[in-house]
Structures are given as structure tokens and as C-alpha cells.
């Protein structure tokens, strides 16, 4: 299958919900989360006015989205990223505001079926997972060098699994005789550290320990807590987010980002709300919106989506 084909997920939901913000001339989408570029594809195409600013961290992903994105290229800005610096990138493009900012937190397509990159447990690869894929540790560091005690918090915290002191155990215990190289080792692992009867259901054993090295290795709900405070400082009046997360971690992130702004700070039996306390943010969804079974079925890689969106109605206090 050509690497283009897939469909963004949750694709006409995202538009549905950007549309208001960014159909206008000289309108601003920053797609924080670039990838392939699926998503952005789909916008320049509905919204022929639309600019994009397009972030990634990874290089490999940035080339692919301009392959893609050819035939749009006086329209996008290809930025080299974090997504938690959307405020310099907007400023270093002479930018005051954008009108809409998409994340999609997933895990590329790109990034999962290239072996090389050791994001995939259910193929042989190296124990990488950095998604620069060049600078910092990478997921064999973690498991060879970090305290037991560490790992197990890892585990735990990041990756939600119930046997993570078990799981932290068994890594320790197998890097002192071969220390972790490749994914298959790591699996296996994993897989004899939890209990049989646990391994019949819930799919692979190893996906919430690798979740969690991810998470680890690329520092991603720090640079989330970060990022998403300074995109809706970066929205104009009237512009939209919308962020998809793929696990509880990160959509608790984004809810407890947009509360501030979406709630009043006047007690509720004040007669009327002054200016200065009044909501900045308007929640576009009431809580987060799953795919819909025909999505799934479609794209299995939505099943685990969560998606929240936001306007921005006023200035902060």
C-alpha cells in the first residue's frame, strides 16, 4: 500500500470543527503534529485559502509530508519542531496569530511500519523510539541502564500496567546476562514476566511497556503540558483547536489544559460575572469524542482516539 493512502483519522470530524476558523482568506492552521501530512492535505485542499505551518520533530516524517504536499508547497511551512515551541515558530515566520491548531498525538503510520525505528512490537527492530530519531536516549538505554525502581515507575505511570514491578524485575534480571538490543528480546520479556492468564486478552503484552518507553524516551507529556497552553495563547480571537489523544494520559492532560479558560472564577452566587472573569474558551465537545465503529473498521488505528476541541472567545485575564 503506497504510504499515502491511509486516511488521517478522525479526517471530516477535525475539518467539520476547524472549518469555522479557518475558511477565511489569509487564514492560519499550525497542524503541531505534522506526520505525513494527511491531515493538512485534506485542509488545503476543503480551504483554498489556508496556510499551513506544519511542525515535526521528525526529519524523515518533514521530508514525506513535502513529497505529499508538492503540488500545496507555496501554502505550507515546513517547520523542523517540538510542538511545545509553536510560539517561536510562529514568530520566527513573522506570525502574530494562527486561527486553528491540530494536534494528532498518535504514533505515524511512517513511524510504526519502519522496522528501523523500534516503535512496533510486533516486528524485530532495534530498541530505538526516539522520534528525531537522531539526538537523545533511546528506549535500549532506558531498559539497560535506568534503576529497577525507576523503570517499574515508568511502567506504572506512563504505560498503566499492573504488573510493572514484575515487568521491571525480569528486565533487570536479563540485562545483566544480555543486555536489550532489539524489540523481540524485550517482548519476550515482557510476555513471560506477566501472568498467563492475563496474557489471553488485551492484545500483546508488551504494548503498554513499550507506550511507556515512548513516552519516556521523547519526554511526551512533559512537552504536551507545555504545548498546549502555548498554542491557545497563540490562537486569535475566534480560532480552534483540536487535539487527538490516544491514551487516558494525554487526554487528561488536554481536559485539565482547556478547564482554566472554559470555567469562571466568579463564585456562582454573584449576581453577574465581571469582564475580567469571564470564560476565554469555549469547549467545542462537552467530553471527548471516540471514532465511530465504521471509522474503526476503516482505520483500526482510530479505536483508541480521543478527540476535544476548543474556540477561543475572548482574551486571558
Known amino acids: 500500500m503506497n504510504q499515502f493512502s491511509h486516511v488521517p483519522v478522525l479526517e471530516s470530524r477535525c475539518l467539520e470543527l476547524l472549518g469555522p476558523a479557518i475558511s477565511h482568506e489569509g487564514a492560519v492552521l499550525v497542524d503541531a503534529t505534522l506526520g505525513l501530512g494527511g491531515h493538512t492535505e485534506s485542509a488545503l485542499r476543503t480551504f483554498p485559502d489556508l496556510h499551513v505551518v506544519g511542525l515535526d520533530r521528525d526529519t524523515e516524517a518533514l521530508d514525506l509530508s513535502r513529497e505529499r504536499l508538492a503540488q500545496y508547497s507555496n501554502r505550507v511551512d515546513f517547520v523542523h519542531a517540538v510542538y511545545d515551541h509553536i510560539a517561536d515558530v510562529l514568530s520566527n515566520l513573522g506570525i502574530e496569530k494562527a486561527h486553528g491548531v491540530l494536534f494528532d498525538l498518535g504514533v505515524s503510520s511512517m513511524q510504526l511500519d519502519n522496522a528501523e525505528r523500534g516503535f512496533a512490537y510486533s516486528q524485530t ?41 514484575r515487568v521491571a524485575k525480569a528486565i533487570v534480571r536479563e540485562r545483566a546476562i544480555t543486555p536489550f538490543s532489539t524489540s523481540d528480546q524485550l517482548v519476550a520479556v515482557v510476555r513471560d514476566a506477566i501472568p498467563a492468564a492475563t ?61 482554566p479558560g472554559s470555567e469562571s472564577t466568579t463564585p456562582v452566587d454573584m449576581p453577574f460575572i465581571p469582564e475580567s472573569d469571564k470564560p476565554w474558551l469555549k469547549l467545542l465537545s462537552r467530553s471527548s469524542e471516540a471514532a465511530t465503529e465504521q471509522e474503526i473498521e476503516e482505520n483500526p488505528r482510530a479505536a483508541s482516539v480521543r478527540l476535544r476541541a476548543a474556540e477561543r472567545i475572548g482574551v486571558a485575564a
Open 125 to 165: 527492530s532495534p530498541l530505538d523510539m526516539r522520534m528525531n530519531g537522531k539526538t537523545g536516549h533511546t528506549a535500549a538505554d532506558v531498559v539497560n541502564t535506568y534503576e529497577e525502581r525507576d523503570i517499574a515507575r515508568i511502567l506504572r505511570v506512563y504505560g498503566e500496567e499492573r504488573f510493572a514491578s
Open 199 to 259: 496474557r489471553r486478552t488485551g492484545g500483546n503484552p508488551a504494548k503498554r511497556t513499550f507506550q511507556a518507553l515512548r513516552i519516556e524516551v521523547n519526554d511526551e507529556l512533559a512537552v504536551l503540558e507545555r504545548a498546549i497552553p502555548a498554542a491557545l495563547d497563540c490562537l486569535a480571537v475566534g480560532g480552534r483547536i483540536v487535539v487527538l489523544s490516544y491514551h487516558s494520559l494525554e487526554d487528561r492532560i488536554v481536559k485539565h489544559a482547556f478547564r
